[in-house]
């Protein structure tokens, strides 16, 4: 799955703008007083402004496999401990990957991850060439399994291989491209920040050349109608 346009909310384009262009160094495709349009690797990112809260955004950045060192060297970040203090990079076995996790300047969830199985590592790559793509958007919900069950009943998203579902938690897609569904108020891994409830418009295809789908987060993560009904 490849994650093609990403359209997020920011309450301060001019942090955004700052951490983004300037210590990313990402391209700016388009920009004016309410929208900022960036590219990362295949993915068009672009963040609006608004007036009212957001919610921490959780998004993942592929790098090649063997770069992450190199990556996170160039880019002075405040990386987060991982499983232990003074450990910046987690080990994830089980996903066969290695990630390190950041902020932005506005409180989002970033991530690095350089996954074993993606054929990444071009010797000729420059520093602007390392970020393949957004790789992962997190979306909080209050209900996991039905906010799965709409992306692949609707989408076609197959569940990732290398997770297991469970309430609180489940992944849909491939090693390319991931919706990370958590349920509101679960923390993201490594983290005191939780998952909450935001916009997101999303557009992507399941397979190179397939159909580009269009998927808002408000579409598929509310509860279903029978569980608010009898919540009241």
């Avoid at 004016?32 to 690797?41: N, P, R």
Wanted: proline content about 6%; hydrophobic content about 40%.
């Amino acid at each position: 799955m490849k994650l093609l346009d990403l359209d997020l909310y920011t309450t301060d384009l001019t942090a955004t703008r700052h951490f983004y262009v300037r210590r990313l160094g990402l391209p700016v495709l388009s920009r004016s007083y309410d929208h900022l349009t960036l590219m990362i690797g295949w993915t068009r990112l672009t963040f609006h402004l608004t007036n009212r809260p957001v919610a921490p955004y959780h998004l993942a950045i592929n790098v090649p496999r063997s770069s992450l060192d190199v990556v996170m060297y160039y880019f002075d970040l405040d990386y987060l401990d991982t499983d232990r203090p003074d450990n910046i990079i987690a080990d994830l076995p089980d996903w066969r990957a290695k990630a390190c996790y950041f902020y932005d300047g506005t409180g989002n969830l970033l991530e690095f991850i350089a996954r074993t199985d993606l054929p990444l590592d071009d010797p000729n790559l420059t520093i602007n060439d390392l970020f393949q793509g957004v790789s992962e958007i997190g979306i909080g919900t209050e209900d996991v399994a039905s906010t799965a069950c709409q992306l692949q009943r609707r989408f076609g998203v197959p569940p990732f291989s290398r997770s297991a579902p469970t309430a609180d938690f489940t992944a849909l897609g491939d090693d390319n491209g991931l919706f990370i569904l958590s349920k509101v108020g679960r923390n993201w891994l490594f983290t005191n920040t939780p998952a909450g409830l935001n916009y997101c418009r999303v557009r992507f295809v399941n397979e190179p050349g397939g159909v580009v789908h269009e998927m808002t987060s408000y579409e598929v993560n509310q509860l279903p109608i029978g569980k608010v009904v009898s919540a009241l």
